[in-house]
């Protein structure tokens, strides 16, 4: 994987081209810097750097970033329904999922997994691996391609605007909010374990009533 110090020369040499894959990558459930290209770009078609890349127009970078976290989403998102829920099944209990928590985990994507997918792609970790989670957990499809299209847009939009807006400045406004929304982030998982656990009963017993039956690990 490139550092982001590469990043500058990456756009140069590749334009769009570099702009949709990092994002691509990354929204597909591997580490890379796709928010940090996404800012570099618009500062590019803002002009305000010396390696201003005339051909990068603000309302493209936001499209092709945009486009890109649309497409790695949902490449990990039907990995995670491929391949997650049956991984899970089969081995879960290593890590002490059984089928009582694996449904739990279905359940609760079926009634807040919308938001988690929006919400995931302004988080560093959770946008990575949400899509991911989704997919192994059920989502259903047309819920999240309709969270994650509004997610993807609304994040290449703020974060683009912001690096055309305010140009190298806004790394440093841009790392903060990213710190922000992690710890909140933290803290809202933080409440939300606490919850579980003094709940987990009632919880699974709430989850079995809403699927009964076997665990479903088969894609539909």
Same mark, same amino acid.
């Given at each position: 994987?490139?550092?982001?110090?590469?990043?500058?020369?990456?756009?140069?040499?590749?334009?769009?081209?570099?702009?949709?894959?990092?994002?691509?990558?990354?929204?597909?459930?591997?580490?890379?810097?796709?928010?940090?290209?996404?800012?570099?770009?618009?500062?590019?078609?803002?002009?305000?750097?010396?390696?201003?890349?005339?051909?990068?127009?603000?309302?493209?970078?936001?499209?092709?970033?945009?486009?890109?976290?649309?497409?790695?989403?949902?490449?990990?998102?039907?990995?995670?329904?491929?391949?997650?829920?049956?991984? !899970?099944?089969?081995?879960?209990?290593?890590?002490?999922?059984? +089928?009582?928590? !694996?449904?739990?985990?279905?359940?609760?994507?079926?009634?807040?997994?919308?938001?988690?997918?929006?919400?995931?792609?302004?988080?560093?970790?959770?946008?990575?691996?949400?899509?991911?989670?989704?997919?192994?957990?059920?989502? +259903?499809?047309?819920?999240?391609?309709?969270?994650?299209?509004?997610?993807?847009?609304?994040?290449?939009?703020?974060?683009?605007?912001?690096?055309?807006?305010?140009?190298?400045?806004?790394?440093?406004?841009?790392?903060? !909010?990213?710190?922000?929304?992690?710890?909140?982030?933290?803290?809202?998982?933080?409440?939300?374990?606490?919850?579980?656990?003094?709940?987990?009963?009632?919880?699974?017993? +709430?989850? +079995?009533?809403?699927?009964?039956?076997?665990?479903?690990?088969?894609?539909?």
């Amino acid at each position: 994987m490139f550092l982001s110090d590469q990043i500058p020369a990456f756009i140069e040499h590749y334009g769009y081209l570099a702009i949709f894959c990092v994002v691509a990558i990354e929204s597909a459930g591997i580490p890379f810097p796709g928010e940090t290209i996404l800012v570099s770009a618009a500062i590019f078609a803002g002009g305000s750097h010396a390696l201003h890349h005339e051909s990068l127009n603000i309302f493209g970078v936001i499209a092709t970033a945009a486009g890109g976290a649309i497409l790695g989403d949902n490449l990990g998102f039907w990995a995670g329904r491929t391949f997650g829920v049956a991984l !899970l099944a089969r081995y879960g209990r290593l890590v002490h999922l059984d +089928e009582g928590r !694996l449904k739990l985990g279905q359940y609760l994507f079926r009634k807040y997994g919308g938001a988690i997918v929006f919400f995931g792609r302004f988080v560093a970790v959770l946008r990575a691996f949400a899509a991911i989670l989704a997919g192994a957990n059920r989502l +259903e499809p047309w819920r999240f391609f309709i969270f994650n299209a509004a997610g993807a847009i609304v994040w290449a939009s703020l974060f683009g605007g912001l690096g055309f807006l305010f140009g190298a400045e806004a790394h440093r406004i841009a790392g903060p !909010l990213g710190l922000v929304s992690l710890a909140a982030a933290l803290a809202v998982f933080a409440f939300c374990w606490r919850f579980y656990k003094r709940n987990e009963i009632r919880l699974i017993a +709430e989850a +079995e009533a809403a699927l009964p039956g076997p665990i479903q690990t088969q894609v539909r």
